[in-house]
């Protein structure tokens, strides 16, 4: 028979290898600014258009590359980083590998110019698809700029795979934060769509980590150092507080090489034990120094994964060293992470009925207490808020709470008190003729707000509410562009806010139903909602406004509420177009038949 197996033409295997190193734009933005990092350039310029599908280029000041290197670089298995195979166990450079070029310009038009301070002359070499079209000198700057435009332009399944440019651009600031945090010797700056997103100075890493995430950072963290034979570990922890639902920041490196590590994840949410809500993710930026003979990088082509020799150790090792920082720095349990302004009450006054603003600042045209008998259902709401930012702790004083939770309240609002009971601060039982209805109070408001939002943003807008006291928000440059992302839907919805430097907004105005002092929290609950949703094709961007900040602002489970908060919550699900399930299709409440009770007796 006819011999069949011949070997791959180089293009075709470059394009195969790719497959595995270029998954997407942010794979190209990370191999280029390793390489600039390998060069041991101290200022690197990262350029994208259109979320890299366009344009990515890297621009260092490194130690360039010769004629013949800048010929050759672009073939596989070219690296000046290793020569033998024992070289492997003793890896200090970012790349080795010699894939990246190779596979970058197998699935791109990719231009690369670069001149090392011993040559007058530099080199321009172009390639497209790994076809050389251009090979000559040019008169150049020290340092390399590579230039990638088209990615994928010749593998049309993976170009339809990439997702929207949000998503995109997503992806490439992930890499960038993990390898400017790295790296806070080099300077970075970042320009996406001509305009500067970073501009971070050569620092060190807590600044590096301030520069990046927002001065109100810096009071975040905890530092968290500690040596051992085998491991040395430091860098910084959030404090327990700032933990967040989302994943927050978490950034393990190894050797300075960012690495994923569920496991060792695991041993700092264990250090964290205790101290925040098992819901609730600790942010943290560690860096562990081991010696490079005891791990190993190369069990995956993009290096985020390694194996550790001794992977049991670090792991009590690094919780150990967390915990001690922790307790070290006194912080003590917490467990409220509603922000409650109250915990920041003097003590005396946390069983006394507030009626003025206690020395909070106040919307003066709001009474907290003028709850009964209103007939505007928003009003009710912002009280309803209202009680969750003053009254909690008065609530959860008033003896025997006889207003809440009880099945025989009477007062003297004109509602049957008995039709409304809150069970486990969870759900609300309603009595209705055939039998009971349970709500899932979450889900319930979550409904009635999205459909207020929903009729806002597409029909009437709402009324906004002007702040007496504008909020300066700090937040990251990332943080500024998501919320301008949806400045329109939101200022619809109430929201208005201006920019007052790239890391500043000031709102000036929020929707007339919510609680004026709680503004801060509520944009950071919408950040962290935009920021773990990630939309799919089809979405509409309204109805995820709606469906973000019905999420963000809706009371949770575990809240007590007040009888008429209760009412507010029944009479308003029911006066919604689709009562029955929450804005993310959930169900929200369940009947329960006289009948069916009936059965249970027999
Ligand atoms: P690796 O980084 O694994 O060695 P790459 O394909 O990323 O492989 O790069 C191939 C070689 O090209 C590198 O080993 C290095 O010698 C050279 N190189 C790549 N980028 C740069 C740069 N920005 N400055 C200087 N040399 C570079
Ligand atoms: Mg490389």
Do not use: W
């Not at 332009?153 to 440019?165: G, T, V």
């Not at 020799?309 to 915990?323: F, M, N, P, T």
């Not at 300066?472 to 440059?477: A, D, Q, R, T, Y």
């Amino acid at each position: 028979m006819k011999d069949i197996i011949h070997l791959l033409p180089d293009n075709v295997a470059n394009q195969i290898a790719a497959g595995e190193v270029v998954q997407r734009p942010a794979s190209v933005v990370k191999e280029l600014l390793e390489n600039s990092i390998d060069a041991k350039a101290t200022e690197i310029n990262l350029i994208i258009k259109n979320a890299g599908k366009t344009l990515i280029q890297v621009v260092d000041n490194g130690i360039g590359m010769s004629s013949n290197d800048a010929s050759i670089c672009f073939e596989r298995h070219t690296t000046s980083k290793i020569n033998s195979a024992k070289d492997l166990f003793n890896i200090r450079s970012k790349g080795f590998r010699g894939e990246a070029l190779a596979s970058i310009a197998a699935v791109s038009h990719t231009e690369l110019i670069t001149r090392q301070s011993s040559n007058d002359l530099g080199k321009i070499v172009k390639i497209h698809g790994s076809k050389i079209v251009e090979n000559k000198s040019i008169v150049s700057k020290i340092g390399t700029s590579i230039i990638v435009k088209n990615l994928f332009y010749n593998i049309p399944a993976r170009r339809n795979f990439l997702k929207s440019d949000n998503v995109e651009l997503k992806h490439i600031i992930n890499e960038f934060h993990r390898t400017s945090i790295a790296h806070p010797e080099i300077k970075f700056i970042f320009n996406n769509n001509n305009s500067e997103l970073f501009n971070l100075p050569e620092s060190n890493l807590r600044k590096r980590i301030v520069n990046i995430f927002g001065s109100k950072s810096n009071e975040k963290l905890v530092p968290v150092n500690e040596e051992t034979e085998i491991l040395k570990i430091n860098g910084f922890v959030f404090k327990p507080e700032y933990s967040k639902k989302s994943r927050g920041e978490q950034f393990f490196f190894v050797n300075n090489r960012f690495i994923k590590s569920p496991y060792l994840n695991h041993s700092v949410n264990t250090a964290f034990e205790g101290l925040i809500d098992l819901k609730y993710n600790p942010s943290y930026f560690l860096f562990m120094d081991v010696n490079p003979k005891s791990i190993d990088i190369n069990i995956h082509p993009t290096k985020t994964e390694i194996k550790f020799d001794d992977e049991h150790s670090i792991y009590a090792i690094l919780r150990s060293a967390v915990k001690h920082s922790l307790g070290q720095f006194n912080i003590a349990p917490i467990l409220d992470f509603s922000h409650d302004k109250n915990m920041e009450l003097p003590y005396s006054y946390r069983n006394k009925k507030v009626v003025e603003g206690v020395g909070i600042d106040i919307n003066e045209n709001y009474n907290p207490f003028q709850t009964t008998n209103t007939k505007s259902s928003e009003n009710i709401y912002l009280d309803l808020d209202k009680n969750s930012q003053f009254n909690q702790d008065q609530i959860n004083s008033i003896e025997e709470d006889s207003r809440v939770n009880t099945l025989d309240f009477k007062d003297d609002n004109n509602f049957d008190s008995n039709s409304v009971y809150q069970l486990n601060k969870k759900y609300l039982i309603n009595k209705i003729k055939s039998g009971i209805v349970i709500i899932n109070q979450n889900r319930a408001h979550q409904r009635i707000l999205y459909e207020k939002f929903l009729k806002f943003i597409t029909v009437d807008g709402s009324t906004p509410q002007k702040l007496v006291n504008p909020l300066k928000m700090n937040l990251s440059i990332q943080e500024v562009n998501l919320l301008f992302n949806y400045k329109k839907l939101l200022k619809s919805s109430g929201f208005l806010f201006k920019k007052i430097s790239n890391n500043d907004l000031n709102f000036e105005a929020i929707p007339t139903f919510l609680d004026p002092n709680k503004v801060e929290s509520y944009i950071e609950d919408l950040l962290n909602n935009i920021k773990d949703e990630i939309p799919d094709k089809n979405f509409s961007k309204s109805d995820l406004t709606a469906k973000l900040m019905s999420k963000s602002l809706a009371i949770k489970n575990g809240k007590k509420l007040l009888i008429d908060e209760q009412e507010y919550i029944v009479n308003s699900l029911f006066a919604c177009k689709e009562p029955n399930v929450s804005p993310f299709n959930k169900k929200i409440y369940h009947t329960i038949t006289f009948d069916e009770l009936e059965k249970k007796f027999l």
